[in-house]
Structures are given as structure tokens and as C-alpha cells.
């Protein structure tokens, strides 16, 4: 069983940045992707980023715009999320996710049917960006 926990969430102004991180414990042998989604109050899950733990491949979802970066520290089992030129619309909850599947595209790993290729979900860490 894989057990993630997301922190680093808070309050800032638009413009503003955060890092959230996502630590790993219990049994990752089978995990082959870490991956970051949101949930907006009102509105359904979203997919933010994933990496496959092989061969580094990375996704974005279309929220990120190029102001996200998604990085890993194998040795302490975190994957981090630096969130720059936050804006309102980023107000969310953020969770991170593990995935056993091998091999995803884009849209399976973040597209709107993405909730059955991933498990172990985090309590979340609160996001909130005034303007």
C-alpha cells in the first residue's frame, strides 16, 4: 500500500509562488507515475502534472501554461510542485496521486477519465490566490 502526503499549500497574491510537496512511503515498487491534480470548489478534478518514474517522462496538463515545474527527489521518495505566476483561477485543493500503470499518454494520465489509473490519494493541500 502507498501512502502519499501532500504540504506546502498557503496563501498568497496574485503573481505569487508556492512549492507543494508530495512524500512517498509504503510500498512504491509498483509505482510507475506521481502525479499532481486540483479540485476547484464548484468545479470537477483536474490534472496538473505527472512523471514516470522511468525514464523521467513528464506531462502538463492545460492549467499549467508554463508556470509550473514538476521535479523528484528519488532518494527521499517527494515529488515537488513549484507553482510560479500564481493567479486566482489557481485556488484549489491539490493532491497527488500514484499510478501502477506502465505507460500513459497525455490525456489518459490527465485528461477527464484519468480518476481509474490512479490511487493512494493524499488528504490535499489547500491553494488560495487573492487578487
Known amino acids: 500500500q502507498v501512502h502519499l502526503v501532500e504540504s506546502g499549500g498557503g496563501s498568497v497574491q496574485a503573481g505569487g509562488s508556492l512549492r507543494l510537496s508530495c512524500v512517498v512511503s509504503?510500498?512504491?515498487?509498483?509505482?510507475?507515475?506521481l502525479g499532481w491534480f486540483r479540485r476547484a470548489h464548484g468545479k470537477v478534478r483536474e490534472g496538473v502534472a505527472a512523471?514516470?518514474?522511468?525514464?523521467?517522462?513528464?506531462y502538463e496538463g492545460d492549467c499549467v501554461q508554463d508556470r509550473f515545474a514538476l521535479s523528484q527527489d528519488g532518494a527521499e521518495n517527494t515529488v515537488f510542485l513549484q507553482m510560479d505566476s500564481l493567479g486566482p483561477d489557481d485556488t484549489a485543493m491539490y493532491y497527488c496521486?500514484?499510478?501502477?500503470?506502465?505507460?500513459?499518454?497525455?490525456?489518459?494520465?490527465?485528461?477527464?477519465?484519468?480518476?481509474?489509473?490512479?490511487?493512494?490519494w493524499g488528504q490535499g493541500t489547500q491553494v488560495t490566490v487573492s487578487s
Open positions: 512523471i514516470a518514474q522511468i525514464r523521467s517522462s513528464r
Open positions: 509504503g510500498d512504491t515498487s509498483k509505482v510507475n507515475w
Open positions: 496521486a500514484a499510478s501502477s500503470t506502465r505507460y500513459m499518454t497525455p490525456i489518459e494520465a490527465l485528461g477527464r477519465e484519468h480518476a481509474r489509473r490512479w490511487y493512494g
